[in-house]
């Protein structure tokens, strides 16, 4: 089983040409070499194209790098699309997998979440898996209803080791990219539920030692009181994941 750990997730989303990806990880690498980065686990997420640049800077400095999504085939007839061992050949650790984009815009739905779960774990990729309820079901006080749901179906079908290597993200889609952060106290309560469902699904043991990111609209100014809660384990950043100076300022939030 995984340990617990403090991670910072960037999810860079469909920005940045080759050059100016390149002038962010090299700002990112220069900056956690000059500051460090203490004994957080930080994990940098380009678009795929820019994985092999990624992991070679990766394997030089002190960071990971993952994929913002797989496909739940390992190969075939599936144009356009990358596989969960292409991935793991270039030294890909981790996927985002269920993030609330791809399922709004890409009408991904948990059973099709559930396969490629499967298929990054088989090829030891990580997934980050998000999950996270929309503006009106928090409004009708559905989001532990929402949340439990979609745990249900994507990832407790897994058996309890495979389940251990799990990293899980929770993301009020209210909250992405709208400026509008879950307060502190909102996010605890939501993480605290989701470690009390694994448990009640699994054993403590396994609660105890997933990692549980906060993620929507994440930045300095915020970081420090969601890090800070007992059940928060860090942050998976978009927006401020473009910025080397906020992204390492977010890895020294703790
Ligand atoms: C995200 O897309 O995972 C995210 C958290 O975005 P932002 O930080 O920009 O809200």
Redesign the pocket.
Known sequence: MAERQKIVAG?W?MNKTFQEAQDLLFDIADQLDERGKGDVNVIVCPPALYAELATDLAAENDFAVGVQNINDHESGAYTGEISAPMLASMGVEYAIIG?S?RREYYKEADEFLARKVRVALEHDIVPIF?CGEVLEQRDAGKQNEVVKEQLEKALFNLEKEDFGKLVI?Y?PVW????GRTATPEQAQEMHAYIRKLISEKYDEEVAESTSILY????KPSNAKGLFSQKDIDGG?????SLKADDFVELIHSF
Do not use: D, F
């Not at 998976?236 to 401020?240: D, K, R, V």
């Open positions: 999810n989303k993030h984009e998000c993200a993301e909250a992405i990219g709208t993620g929507g609209s994440c998976l950043i978009g927006g401020a």
